[in-house]
């Protein structure tokens, strides 16, 4: 139920996060969201693309350090405090938010991409809230 | 002043013959008191019987930092323990420390000597020194401590580490001298102009060493405070501060040379060079009871010149450092060597990433940043995860060295390779 989230290192240098992608563009890998956390002396980039295989791949032919890592990413509708409800039951059961960003679908709903300090526990309990989530094949399938 | 006039300025032969007399006593000690020595005597067929004088020194056996690690702790002391009053201890190449043991007569010879070091600077007993340099195992503190005592000067020991207090103070005691490193008078100068108490101090004159400078500063260090600057040097191997210091009329450092006989060699051939060549200096203390070494390697470049200075010493000078045979770097008075850093990395399990020193001088303090490749085994998508590696790496390196290095993380292979091998040091300082 977990997709894979590409994550790349990069140094807080000209020109870096531009190489990155066009390493991602060279292989023909779709990003559909993304985050960038910055430190002053580097920024982690974590991507949801089309094809995270592949994208590491080309990513590392480039030098970058690139890893995979398992996140889950839930649909979500536009409702006041549905978030907070969600992540309520999550906090409760002592788990801890790594970190969050919005996922871009093309469509009129409100998704996110999580990641937490226990995320198969997560996982069960929000499905148990009637939370929906995306496969690895629901996000090849976003253009 | 001249503090030791007998000894400062004595004839040539008369030197030569001291330092003859003392040499062959010195050997005497090391054969029969320090089993390591003697096996070194004996691979080379040298008995304490072969050495009748100085011109006998070529055929004693060599002692580098390395030999002061295998026998760690005590293993080169000629002294029972019972006789050693003190111990003060360096950090060595590879996380072992080199540490020296003094005798009552070692500790007065030390104090002896920095005496003369501070009497060339024009301190006497009526002036009030500051001793900005740490107190503790490295031998600055303590080593110009009791030299300025011996002189009589009023000693305020200050240590390092609070540069207003240390400032302040300077006001409001009127102190006249002081002894630190170059860089941190720099930094003390600034903090004066900042405070704006530049013209508000009595300070007449600095004894700076234990890292290398430049000319150009001494004079930028002197016009900006108004004072006479002087260059000290020693080493803890062979005692600590008051090796040799420079005269008013800078043009080399006088050795004391009555307890520290100098030599330049080829450090390639390990042959003497003639005076003036520019090669490795080498010490044989002459008097030490602790820890005497015989021909310590210091892998300083330096030249010696033996003509009599217009200060009226008769002293060898050394002169101005031209850089070091190995790869010490001297960061904030402490010496720090590629491999110790090598070292601390390897502890975090695996092998050593690639790692990049840079060493840079800001507002006048050095300062040490170590970049460090993040291989995919460090890796992580979390932030807090990285943060925490270079914690780490800081917290390994200051183990090693004692010194706050800033880490920064880059990427995996951008530290430069030079034909396959690795570039450790950047140094930005441009001392030589």
Same mark, same amino acid.
Request: net charge negative; hydrophobic share 40%; charged share 25%.
């Given at each position: 139920?977990?997709?894979?989230?590409?994550?790349?290192?990069?140094?807080?240098?000209?020109?870096?996060?531009?190489?990155?992608?066009?390493?991602?563009?060279?292989?023909?890998?779709?990003?559909?969201?993304?985050?960038?956390?910055?430190?002053?002396?580097?920024?982690?980039?974590?991507?949801?693309? *089309? /094809?995270?295989? =592949?994208?590491?791949?080309? $990513? !590392?032919?480039? %030098?970058?350090? +690139?890893?995979?890592?398992?996140?889950? #990413?839930?649909?979500?509708?536009?409702?006041?405090?549905?978030?907070?409800?969600?992540?309520?039951?999550?906090?409760?059961?002592?788990?801890?938010?790594?970190?969050?960003?919005?996922?871009?679908?093309?469509?009129?709903?409100?998704?996110?991409?999580?990641?937490? *300090? /226990?995320?198969? =526990?997560?996982?069960?309990? $929000? !499905?148990?809230? %009637?939370?929906? +989530?995306?496969?690895?094949?629901?996000? #090849?399938?976003?253009? | 002043?001249?503090?030791?006039?007998?000894?400062?300025?004595?004839?040539?032969?008369?030197?030569?013959?001291?330092?003859?007399?003392?040499?062959?006593?010195?050997?005497?000690?090391?054969?029969?008191?320090?089993?390591?020595?003697?096996?070194?005597?004996?691979?080379?067929?040298?008995?304490?019987?072969?050495?009748?004088?100085?011109?006998?020194?070529?055929?004693?056996?060599?002692?580098?930092?390395?030999?002061?690690?295998?026998?760690?702790?005590?293993?080169?002391?000629?002294?029972?323990?019972?006789?050693?009053?003190?111990?003060?201890?360096?950090?060595?190449?590879?996380?072992?420390?080199?540490?020296?043991?003094?005798?009552?007569?070692?500790?007065?010879?030390?104090?002896?000597?920095?005496?003369?070091?501070?009497?060339?600077?024009?301190?006497?007993?009526?002036?009030?020194?500051?001793?900005?340099?740490?107190?503790?195992?490295?031998?600055?503190?303590?080593?110009?401590?009791?030299?300025?005592?011996?002189?009589?000067?009023?000693?305020?020991?200050?240590?390092?580490?609070?540069?207003?207090?240390?400032?302040?103070?300077?006001?409001?005691?009127?102190?006249?001298?002081?002894?630190?490193?170059?860089?941190?008078?720099?930094?003390?100068?600034?903090?004066?102009?900042?405070?704006?108490?530049?013209?508000?101090?009595?300070?007449?004159?600095?004894?700076?060493?234990?890292?290398?400078?430049?000319?150009?500063?001494?004079?930028?260090?002197?016009?900006?405070?108004?004072?006479?600057?002087?260059?000290?040097?020693?080493?803890?191997?062979?005692?600590?501060?008051?090796?040799?210091?420079?005269?008013?009329?800078?043009?080399?450092?006088?050795?004391?040379?009555?307890?520290?006989?100098?030599?330049?060699?080829?450090?390639?051939?390990?042959?003497?060079?003639?005076?003036?060549?520019?090669?490795?200096?080498?010490?044989?203390?002459?008097?030490?009871?602790?820890?005497?070494?015989?021909?310590?390697?210091?892998?300083?470049?330096?030249?010696?010149?033996?003509?009599?200075?217009?200060?009226?010493?008769?002293?060898?000078?050394?002169?101005?450092?031209?850089?070091?045979?190995?790869?010490?770097?001297?960061?904030?008075?402490?010496?720090?060597?590629?491999?110790?850093?090598?070292?601390?990395?390897?502890?975090?399990?695996?092998?050593?990433?690639?790692?990049?020193?840079?060493?840079?001088?800001?507002?006048?303090?050095?300062?040490?940043?170590?970049?460090?490749?993040?291989?995919?085994?460090?890796?992580?998508?979390?932030?807090?995860?990285?943060?925490?590696?270079?914690?780490?790496?800081?917290?390994?390196?200051?183990?090693?060295?004692?010194?706050?290095?800033?880490?920064?993380?880059?990427?995996?292979?951008?530290?430069?390779?030079?034909?396959?091998?690795?570039?450790?040091?950047?140094?930005?300082?441009?001392?030589?």
């Amino acid at each position: 139920m977990f997709i894979k989230q590409l994550s790349v290192f990069i140094e807080n240098r000209e020109g870096r996060l531009e190489q990155v992608l066009e390493a991602l563009k060279k292989n023909g890998v779709n990003i559909i969201s993304l985050s960038l956390a910055d430190t002053s002396d580097y920024g982690l980039l974590r991507l949801i693309v *089309s /094809d995270p295989e =592949k994208g590491k791949q080309g $990513l !590392k032919e480039d %030098g970058f350090s +690139a890893m995979l890592t398992e996140v889950l #990413a839930i649909k979500l509708s536009h409702r006041v405090g549905q978030l907070q409800e969600l992540l309520n039951v999550i906090c409760k059961a002592g788990i801890n938010v790594e970190y969050m960003y919005a996922l871009s679908t093309g469509k009129d709903d409100a998704s996110i991409v999580i990641k937490t *300090s /226990d995320l198969p =526990k997560a996982w069960e309990l $929000l !499905k148990s809230e %009637g939370v929906e +989530a995306f496969t690895a094949r629901d996000i #090849a399938k976003i253009q | 002043m001249i503090w030791n006039e007998t000894k400062e300025c004595m004839s040539c032969d008369e030197m030569q013959n001291l330092q003859s007399v003392r040499l062959t006593k010195v050997v005497d000690r090391v054969y029969h008191n320090v089993e390591y020595y003697r096996k070194k005597m004996q691979v080379l067929g040298v008995e304490p019987g072969d050495i009748n004088g100085i011109e006998d020194l070529h055929k004693l056996p060599f002692t580098t930092k390395n030999d002061l690690r295998d026998t760690y702790p005590f293993g080169l002391f000629a002294a029972p323990q019972s006789e050693i009053v003190r111990v003060h201890a360096s950090s060595g190449t590879t996380g072992k420390a080199t540490v020296v043991g003094y005798t009552r007569r070692d500790i007065e010879i030390w104090s002896e000597c920095v005496a003369r070091a501070f009497s060339q600077a024009g301190v006497t007993k009526e002036d009030k020194i500051q001793i900005a340099y740490g107190y503790g195992l490295f031998t600055g503190g303590l080593g110009a401590h009791y030299g300025a005592e011996h002189l009589g000067a009023t000693v305020v020991p200050m240590s390092t580490g609070n540069t207003k207090k240390l400032v302040t103070m300077m006001k409001d005691f009127e102190a006249t001298a002081i002894a630190c490193t170059p860089s941190y008078l720099l930094h003390i100068a600034e903090t004066l102009e900042e405070m704006g108490d530049l013209k508000n101090i009595k300070l007449k004159a600095a004894i700076c060493g234990a890292e290398p400078w430049t000319e150009n500063m001494r004079i930028q260090m002197e016009e900006k405070l108004n004072i006479k600057a002087f260059d000290i040097y020693g080493l803890s191997e062979i005692m600590g501060p008051g090796v040799a210091c420079d005269c008013e009329y800078h043009k080399g450092l006088h050795v004391y040379e009555d307890h520290f006989l100098p030599e330049i060699i080829n450090p390639e051939t390990l042959q003497p060079m003639n005076e003036g060549e520019t090669g490795e200096l080498v010490f044989t203390t002459l008097t030490k009871e602790g820890i005497p070494l015989l021909r310590y390697r210091t892998k300083d470049l330096t030249s010696i010149d033996r003509s009599k200075c217009e200060c009226g010493r008769t002293l060898a000078r050394i002169s101005r450092f031209k850089g070091r045979s190995d790869d010490m770097l001297i960061i904030r008075g402490v010496n720090v060597f590629p491999s110790q850093i090598e070292s601390a990395l390897l502890e975090l399990g695996g092998t050593t990433p690639h790692y990049l020193m840079i060493v840079d001088r800001v507002n006048n303090l050095d300062r040490l940043e170590v970049q460090v490749e993040v291989e995919e085994r460090f890796f992580s998508d979390e932030i807090r995860v990285l943060e925490k590696l270079s914690k780490q790496i800081q917290h390994v390196i200051q183990n090693a060295i004692g010194l706050q290095a800033k880490i920064k993380l880059v990427e995996p292979k951008t530290l430069e390779r030079s034909m396959g091998k690795a570039v450790h040091v950047i140094d930005n300082r441009k001392l030589v």
